[in-house]
C-alpha cells in the first residue's frame, strides 16, 4: 500500500521548471530516499507534499485522497534543513507548543516529551533556551519536536547534520524502530552512505526531472559491471587470459571486469587450473556514490546537449 502518491507533478517559478512531470510512490512503513544535487527540485516536491504549496498540475495523494493540507497536516512531521526552532523560546515551552499545533491535547504532549527526552538524554534541558544549545544538541531537539505528536509520513531533510557519531547512531536507531512501528520517512541526503544503510527505496532527480526510482538493492544490480574481487594467497604471477581484465591488483586480491558471456565457473576454473589459492571470491556492486555522480553527470550533459541544439 502507497501512503504518498506523486502523479506527473510540475512546478514553475517564473520561466523555471523546478519540477518537471516527476511521478513516484512511497510504500506505507518504508524509509525512502529523495536525492539529487542542490537545485535539483527535492524541497520543491518536499514542499508540495507537505501542502507549503501545490503543483501548477498533476497532483498529490496521501494515504488514497487527494491531499489536502488543512486534513493532513497534522500527519506529517517535517525537519527542514534550514531549521525552524524559536531561538529565544525555552525548549520544553517550544516542544509542547508545536506537538499541541499538530492537534495533541496537553497532557498527551507532556508525556510524549518527556518520554524522548529521557529517551535522548534531555531532561535538563526544559528551561534552557534553543540560542543556548550547540549544533547537535539542536539538532536532537528538531528531531523530537519533528515526531513527538506520532505523525504517519515523517520528512527528514539532513538530519544528521552536526550530530557527533554517537548521536548520529541515536537518531538513526529511531528511525529504524520509528519506521518498524509503522512511520513513513523520506529522508533527503547528500550522504549516499546513509542512503545505502538506511533506505528501502529512492528516487533521484536533477534539474527537476527524475533520472531513477527504484530499491537500493535494484539499482545497484542495474548498474552491476560485472566486477568481482578474488582474495589469492599471492598476485604475483602473471596472468594473461581473455576472459578477464584486470581493474586492480592488490597484495592478496584481484579486481577483475568479466568479458561479455564469460562465467564465473569458467574463471575460477582458470585460477585453480594456474595454481592459484582462492581465499575468497564475490562480485563487487557499485556504491550508490558512484551511481549518483555517473547519472547526474550524464543527465546534466544531456540537458546542455539539448540546450545547444
Avoid at 118 to 138: A, H
Avoid at 217 to 240: H, M, P, R, Y
Avoid at 261 to 282: A, C, G, P, R, Y
Amino acid at each position: 500500500m502507497n501512503l504518498v502518491e506523486l502523479h506527473n507533478v510540475r512546478k514553475y517559478f517564473s520561466s523555471q521548471k523546478a519540477v518537471d512531470d516527476i511521478s513516484f510512490n512511497i510504500k506505507a512503513g518504508s524509509i525512502f530516499g529523495l536525492l539529487g544535487p542542490n537545485g535539483a527540485g527535492k524541497t520543491t516536491l518536499i514542499r508540495m507534499i507537505t501542502g507549503i504549496f501545490y503543483p501548477d498540475s498533476g497532483n498529490v495523494l496521501f494515504n488514497g485522497k487527494e491531499f489536502d493540507a488543512l486534513t493532513h497536516h497534522r500527519n506529517i512531521g517535517y525537519m527542514p534543513e534550514e531549521r525552524g526552532l524559536y531561538k529565544k523560546m525555552k525548549i520544553g515551552e517550544q516542544a509542547l507548543y508545536l506537538a499541541q499545533l499538530k492537534g495533541m491535547s496537553k497532557q498527551d504532549a507532556l508525556k510524549n516529551i518527556k518520554e524522548w527526552f529521557v529517551k535522548f538524554e534531555m531532561e535538563t534541558w526544559w528551561n534552557k533556551k534553543v540560542e543556548d544549545l550547540s549544533k547537535g544538541m539542536s539538532q536532537k531537539l528538531q528531531f523530537v519536536t519533528t515526531v513527538l505528536h506520532q505523525p504517519s509520513l515523517i520528512i527528514l531533510d539532513e538530519p544528521f547534520s552536526g550530530l557527533d557519531p554517537v548521536n548520529a547512531n541515536l537518531i538513526k536507531e529511531e528511525i529504524f524502530n520509528l519506521a518498524k512501528n509503522g512511520a513513513t520517512i523520506i529522508f533527503s541526503t547528500h550522504r549516499m552512505e546513509q542512503v545505502e544503510e538506511i533506505c528501502d527505496q529512492i528516487v533521484l532527480v536533477n534539474q527537476g526531472k527524475k533520472i531513477l526510482d527504484g530499491s537500493v538493492d535494484a539499482v545497484k544490480q542495474d548498474f552491476k559491471e560485472n566486477i568481482f574481487k578474488i582474495g589469492l594467497q599471492s598476485t604475483q604471477k602473471a596472468i594473461q587470459t581473455d576472459l578477464f581484465e584486470i581493474v586492480q591488483q592488490l597484495p592478496e586480491a584481484l579486481l577483475i571486469k568479466l568479458k561479455h558471456h564469460v562465467s564465473t565457473n569458467e574463471v575460477l576454473q582458470h585460477f585453480i587450473s594456474n595454481d592459484f589459492s582462492i581465499q575468497s571470491f564475490q562480485e563487487v556492486l557499485p556504491s550508490l556514490n558512484d551511481i549518483f555522480i555517473k547519472l547526474v553527470e550524464d543527465s546534466s550533459s544531456a540537458r546542455q546537449f539539448q540546450n545547444i541544439n
